[in-house]
């Protein structure tokens, strides 16, 4: 090999992993050089890294000038050579056609073994990551493997390597793919190729996904994306990976944000831009909006088509018709192109093709269409599958086609089987975020099974309500492991909330201090999202015969919300019964209303409540209130209405009442052992009442710790709270809508979050949080709640009393000491509340904090 040919191919080499420098040697070469092979392959060096870069247009420039100099030098290798790149760059253009064309006469007249090998293997990229070819793709791969080894080019090895990879993963060979990738990542390790290395990881992340495991694919994305973003901007590919795992877990705004920011980017492929335009219309989707899904899934299916790349277009027509159905759009015309698009999936080996299917059922069900029951059971086939997401549709559409049958068995046999393959999912993940976010793909199982429900029995109605209700609260607990990064992430964030509110109280630009948060929580978020699942745990099944056993004189109220309409189904006295409600929508609006009535007694003001207590009682109880006992009652409410002021019913006013997110958690509760660790009674800075209660609680308990003024910091609460057998935080709260597991309470060195108290090891056996709206939770994917008590519930803590509205800080004080002195008399958290309340009748401010705080568990 000459001397200029060796300097051409490192040259060519550096375009793929340093391009800066590659780009700056290119010009030197052109500005210095007459030789028309020399310039040839720094023409062509250059449109690699513009290509790489998404500017294709001036890439296209550059590479057929190259093209035209390697002509002209006589050189047919060196042409081969370029049109092979020229190829890859009109197909990544949307000009498949033409591009197929360059990469087949680059083919022919190749004459140098290892010069064929790397056409091949270019051929194959395009192939496999661009047309989805993936058969013929590995045909030319493998062809060109041994050329390529023979040459002794390590790095063109790795990249074949790699490529098979990726090919044998498309046609569901995923060991082989692993092996493959493996190989290929160790290469360009050792070779010092930095960029196709990181190509690799998050090869290896792909790889994960497709073996369902979750969490470690989000791990290898995230570090491939720091890596990325060291080198240059981070590639369209790996963000469509990363979007496409969120949409997995249920993170569909984190999905939207990344998908949104690649197609700002003002240089993108054409092949990317149509990718991301489909995955975002999904996202769309999957979030309601109908109307944007439908106009980027056209956008996408108008680009797939200029591109001729069928397999894309066809999913891309698949989320037109998808958006159209649930827009109202019917007919047979609708259904029969359903179909069509379904049938070609098939003839893809798609795994898009149960979908498809399934959205074909839909449309032909809602149109009346007789044949609907067949098109759904050509989705059912999918039961079988490797994917537990797959499995999950296969399922659906059999209990969809159930239910037009009007067999109650069958859906409901499917409907188990379906949840089962979503909880095989929900499993694999540690992080209570992901747990709860990923429910949503089992809700319309769930809504199904109990629409049919209520038609069987007032059982079967309680079964399946538990069934998918407070599961991710069930799951064992993942403790995250002592990792300096998230500490140091957590105290970063302690420290930039101080700094934003001194920034805000003195009128400073904040922009700088808000960015950096979001980029702090975005990094803590990420660590959760990659611990997994605890081996072998199993979910707490739900067992009504053991409930009936354990509740005693207690009476069990769950509330089950079908179709919008309220159900209250009691157990008590042995026996299991259901009475049907109102409308779920109004129930919400007179909770809201009783909260608003109660944030104004929390001022001192009488509280405007009038008829909504007996409002509210008949709305959310109706003739169940008369069939209860006498004796206690625990209350399981859905998801949207944990945060209702029981104690204001007329019906509930003089009996121990409690609420638990559902009845598998409170028979699990009852197995804790209790802690028995010292009491725990912490102060946090400005409160009005001064944390008055603290030093009377103190006084009271000796051998209790007390953490305040100054030392009531996030490490010396969490070191305190450790086994505690009861504790009591009195602080400030913020409840975090948008992110709930960053909700707040404001200890000595800035704020103690949800995520904090997931470090504990045993959580207090129970806790009093007199901050205002501690208890208030956000609902999220199915069912599922996150918050402070929620993730205490979780941690193992039997019994909270939290308040569901905001409350004054010095009626919250003494009410506060009410609780504790029963709590030191009655091991019963409901009795301890009913005679906390008793003794504030009389004091206006002191009943609207009774009202406002509930007690969870037991």
Known sequence: MSPSTADGEELL??????PEHAELRAASLISTSRDPSVLSVAHQARGLVLRDRGELGPALVELRSALRLSRRSGEQDREADVRASLGAALTMSGRTQAGLAQLELAVRIATDRTTLAKVLMRRGYVQTLILDRHAAAFADLERALPGIRAARDRVWEARTLNLMGVAKLALGKVSAAAELVRDAEEIFASEGQQLEAVQTQQMRGLIAYCRGDLPTALALYNSAADRFAA?????????????????TAGLMADARDILADQLSRPALQPIRRAELLLALASTEFATGRTETSLHYARDARDLFRRQRREEWMLRAELAVLRARGRHGDRGRQLVAAASEVARRLEAHRSDEAPAAWLIAGRLAAASGDPGACDVLARAGRATRHSSNMVRATGWLARAIEGDLRDDTRAVLHACRRGLDAVDEQRRTFGSAELRASSTVHGDELARLATRRASRVSSRSLLWWSERWRANALIQPPVRPPEDLELVAALAALRDNGRRLAEARLSHAPTAGLE?????????????HH????????????FDLDRLIEKLGDRAFVELVNVDNRLHAVVVANRTVRRYPLGDADSALALVESARFGLRHAARGRPAPLGTLPDRLQAALLGDAARAMPDGPVIISPTSRLHAVPWSIFPALRDVPVSTVPSAALWLRAERVQPRTGPPVFIAGPAMESGGAEVTTLAARRPGARVLRDGTATVDGCLSALENASVAHIAAHGHFRIDSPLFSTLEVDDGALTVHDFGRLDHAPHRLVLSACESGVMAPVGSGELLGFAAALLSLGTVGVVSSVVVVNDRAAADFSLQIHR??????????????????????????????AFIAMGR
Do not use: C, H, Y
């Open 822 to 851: 029963w709590l030191g008399e009655i091991d019963d958290l409901p009795e301890v509340m009913l005679r906390a309340r008793i003794a504030a009748r009389g004091d206006l401010a002191l009943e609207a904090a009774g009202a």
């Open 530 to 541: 990659q611990l997994p699942g605890l081996p072998g745990a199993e979910d707490g099944a």
């Open 515 to 527: 960015a950096a948060r979001t980029k702090l929580e975005q990094s803590v978020r990420q660590f």
């Open 13 to 18: 080499r550096l375009a793929l992993s340093v």
């Open 231 to 247: 080198l240059g901007p981070t590639p369209p590919l790996l963000a469509l990976d990363q979007a496409d795992a969120m949409l």
